[in-house]
């Protein structure tokens, strides 16, 4: 006969009294605010969207597990901090996890279980998943009221280390990794993605990247004919092929640039000023700005550059640098200062780093082990999905709130991370909630605002 006695911890006795632990406390939860990712669900519609986009060749009359209900189970778990299908082995049965999916917590059917997500993340085709990535695009329009007049978008590359000899997997030497090299878009100013693309471990050429932005601007064209749309990214993505097509296509860019020796010519009146002028004024560093145009071999037209000159007292006897850090971005922008595009316009793409790391660190978007490529990119796309949820999570914290400008792993550890019971009985589910919960005002007030908001 099994042994079904509950594991006993003994802990030190308290003021002479014995303490005992025990995993017997019933049917409690303690990943409860996954209820609040179930407001923020219904209110995106995230998981249908999906859904909606992926063959199902299933008999309707012997369905367990509709589609749609896998999506949101994966989804929630990723976002409550278990990115792997295998924690759906024991999540499945979870009262918490199956009322945020629409189930009965004690007399319903248990969730999917780690075969089933599996089985669902190796099923969508090529054409499929190329549905679901614009469908990214497509929930990111969504989410304005109205077209706005602009959107800066970032594009970058993050690296992604391959877990053994998957496919499209490539060795970059600046890594020193077999790697993917996903690109991921943000508008950076609301924090929201745009679309992840997974793509091979090397840096990408002129012609992918005009390929990339050609589908991206033409899927946000169909929602917003008229909006002014400005790419911003680092010097790989200053492709002649890229800013070639931004030009002819009324797309605007600005990217960074690696400069040369005939760059530095044409700014080297306004570089020797301000070092002979930090000299003069013995500072440890001075700043300025500078512009001019240019035209390198590989390009078509003459472009702006602007450079930012930094003299530092530090690199003064350094004959290579002549005790000047010259950095240079080239822009179609007409409007607007060499100092307003460097340091207003360029230098904002700093946060899109941050954003990157919190995609990554924080909803564990690199755990792209499948084989399959095609796999791998549904997983980035259910990774993304999880983002958008915390992000609206987080959204509807009051701005005096300091969660309200936190990580997404505060946001998990305050408001996702509650202990509860789940009682169900004929005619109603009690959902008690830790009776110390710190943030139990905060966690209320969420759930309101979100159920405000939703359908």
């Known amino acids: ?58 008999d309707p009359a012997h369905v367990t597990h509709t589609l749609e209900g896998v999506l949101q189970a994966r989804i929630f778990a990723i976002a409550c901090g278990y990115p792997d299908g295998n924690d759906l082995n024991w999540l499945r049965s979870d009262p918490a996890f199956k009322l945020a999916c629409g189930r009965l917590p004690e007399t319903g059917a248990d969730l999917c279980s780690q075969p089933t997500i599996s089985r669902w993340e190796n099923a969508p085709t090529l054409r499929e998943i190329i549905r679901l990535t614009y469908a990214l695009i497509d929930i990111w329009c969504g989410s304005y009221k109205a077209p706005p007049g602009s959107v800066v978008l970032d594009i970058d590359d993050t690296l992604d280390v391959a877990h053994g000899r998957q496919e499209m997997a ?3 030497a600046h890594y020193d990794e077999r790697c993917f090299l996903p690109i991921h878009i943000y508008h950076t100013a609301t924090g929201r993605p745009v679309a992840m693309i997974l793509r ?42 890229a800013m070639s097509w931004c030009e002819d296509n009324g797309v605007d860019y600005i990217f960074g640039f690696g400069g040369n020796a005939v760059l530095d010519r044409l700014v080297e009146v306004e570089a020797d000023d301000i070092r002979t002028r930090r000299a003069e004024g013995k500072l440890a560093i001075l700043r300025g700005y500078a512009e001019t145009r ?36 080239v ?79 505060s946001i998990r550890l305050h408001l996702l ?39």
Request: aromatic share 8%; hydrophobic share 35%.
């Open 170 to 172: 490539e060795w970059n």
């Open 417 to 455: 991370k509650v202990a509860g019971r789940i009682v169900e009985t004929a005619s109603r589910i009690r959902v008690a909630l830790a009776s110390c919960c710190r943030e139990a005002e905060l966690f209320g007030l969420v759930a309101f605002r979100l159920q405000q908001s939703g359908p």
């Open 294 to 329: 240019y035209a390198a071999k590989s390009w078509t037209r003459e472009r702006r550059v602007a450079a930012r000159i930094e003299a530092k007292e530090s690199d003064e006897d350094d004959m290579l640098r002549r005790g000047l850090d010259v950095r240079y971005v």
């Open 200 to 241: 091979p471990g090397k840096t990408p050429s002129g012609v992918e990247v005009r390929r990339w932005l050609r589908r991206l601007i033409k899927r946000i064209r169909q929602h917003w004919p008229v909006t002014r749309i400005t790419i911003r990214g680092d010097g790989h993505y200053g492709r002649d092929e």
């Open 331 to 409: 822009t179609s922008l007409n409007s607007g200062s060499a100092e307003h595009i460097y340091a207003a316009v360029y230098c904002a793409r700093g946060q899109a780093e941050n954003l990157i790391k919190q995609h990554k660190a924080q909803t564990t978007s690199d755990r792209t082990s499948c084989r399959s490529p095609l796999a791998n990119q549904f997983r980035l796309i259910l990774h993304t999905a999880a983002y958008w949820l915390l992000l609206d999570v987080r959204d509807h914290v009051p701005s005096w709130h300091p969660l309200r400008q936190s990580e997404f792993s």
């Open 1 to 58: 006969m099994p042994d079904d006695t509950p594991l006993s911890v003994p802990y030190p006795a308290v003021v002479r009294k014995k303490v005992t632990a025990a995993f017997d406390g019933g049917r409690l939860s303690c990943d409860s605010g996954v209820m609040l990712l179930s407001l923020a669900e219904r209110r995106r519609g995230i998981a249908k969207t999906l859904a909606a986009l992926i063959a199902d060749p299933r």
